[in-house]
């Protein structure tokens, strides 16, 4: 898929979002009649500016849009979460979506086969979905509102759901609730479904909730898979920059808890997904399964060991031929972790509209968990050593851990109409990694083999090499109205910047207005430069490091020493 433009509320009244103002407007692409846009170029979005421009309330904002579309197109809705769902209220209350998207189930995409989709939604009124075919010029069709469409069986799915996002996946570095919220939202109502399928006996499917966060238990997950099924080309970045070679061994551990609300005790809730436990056990190298203990009030649980060699990769390729299979199961196994839930608390969550109190969920302790990794031990290649390691994966850095974050994603995505939302994915980079980061995203999506038309990108930072390796066009930059103090937008080209190979020190002066040197050390230089003596300035010169803004101290000191007729510097 391919963003177009977004719209939060209307200039003449409406709420507005966050730190967004009614009738903020943000374009991402203009399409023209005759002239289109390189689609199948890698240009991810860049949001640049200070903290509170509003940054990561887009991304914010297009994960809320897309949530209450999903749950408008759902045919499931869990009765704790109905009473506060209603397809005609959503935060933010009015907006304009347009984006282009493919066909579902077709890889190989071009512009004449993408769909535009626009999505209009006034303050109270439900969203209204319409779409054109290429060249876009004829008049918008209007999808039939779901809650109006006849379906003829269990399995069939709202006509909004095939033109929406496959994958919607959310990424944070630090903690930002209000983007975590509507993932964490999305969870539960997938565990709801599991439940309801379970109890009528339908058929174990995907999440039918697009949005997926990546936090530390799924980053397993898309590491593990990357490993598994990768091919020496895509697994490059990862292994000349980590020194990842391979995995060598990991174990999975299930709690075989009942599935709460079943009057039938041996009602266990991975039943619903058996043949999926079988294909793992197939795969695996070894297994066992511990024995209810009523005494103890023992859990029954199963272990299952893998030591990875190539026959271990070709089983897994046997049993889940498609990765997102399988990455989607493991999805749904972590989903199931929320078992324990209650409903008082759901409804918490779910009538939430905004800031959420960290730490209201609770988390599951080993024995409460129906799902965790164990033991997940990497061979890495050590520098001044001369044979590779067996390191755990919680051994690694904070920037290692998302550098596989960021770089596993799109490589996962590589096959899906996807959305990923990045926000500050650079945070805990060294300086080197984010000279190289926009580069590893193309190299890794090039290797992969994925389509560019079928993936949009838009992540925020601070840092000047990112916005340095993207195109004026693709760099947004948020800033506050002098006058108003509102929030606007204007992008790069816009301002008549070019960013694509710029300097940091152009970056930093354009973009953040900030001086090139640390602000207490530039204190410093600037007070002796303005009330320094000879002795004083001379001095400075060693005392200070180089940079731009040294050039004032000598200026001063030549002044000072014409002055003089002192010419030696010490």
Known sequence: MKLLRLRIGDPAGGEHFRSLPAGFEIRFRRLEVDVFPDLSQFNPFCLVGLNGSGKSNVLEALTAIFFHLECCAARFKPDSFQPFFHPEECNPDAYELEYLIGPPKIFEYTLTSLIKIRVKKEIGKKPKIYRQNYPFLKKEIELKDP??????NEAQQSEWKYYLPDIIAGYSSGENETLSLIFRKSRLINFDKYREDFFTGKLYNEPEN?????????????LLICLLYANDEILKPIREELGILDISSFRMHFNLHPLKGSDDRDALMLEHVKNQIDSLKFCATAWYEERPDEKEKKIPGLTLDFFVNPETKEAFRERFPDFMELFRFLQVLYELNSHFVSEEIKRDVYRSRGFYTDGKIPVGSPKQNVFYFL?????????GEKQPKELFLREFSDGEH???HTMGICLLLKKRRSLLLLDEPDTHFNPDWRVKFIKFLNDSIKAGGGNNLL??????????????????????????????????????DEMGLNTYGSS??????????????????????????????????KLAVDYFG?????????????????????????
């Open 504 to 537: 940091i020190t152009y970056i930093l002066k354009n973009f953040f207005q900030t001086s090139l040197i640390s602000n207490k050390s530039f204190s410093e230089l600037k007070a002796v430069i303005d009330q320094g003596d000879l002795k004083e300035l």
């Open 210 to 222: 697009s949005l997926i966060y990546i936090d530390s238990g799924m980053s397993q997950a898309v």
């Open 147 to 152: 809650e109006e469409e006849v379906y003829t």
């Open 455 to 492: 993936k949009d990108i838009v992540l925020t930072s601070h840092s000047p090499f990112i916005i340095s390796d993207c195109r004026p066009g693709s760099v947004i930059c948020f800033g506050r109205n002098r006058v108003t103090r509102q929030v606007e937008v204007h992008h790069a």
């Open 402 to 404: 998302q550098f596989l």
């Open 375 to 383: 033991d997940f031990l990497i061979w890495k290649r050590i520098e």
């Open 546 to 570: 180089e940079s731009s803004e040294k050039q004032f101290l000598f200026r001063k000191l030549n002044e000072k020493l014409e002055e003089t007729d002192d010419y030696s510097i010490k």
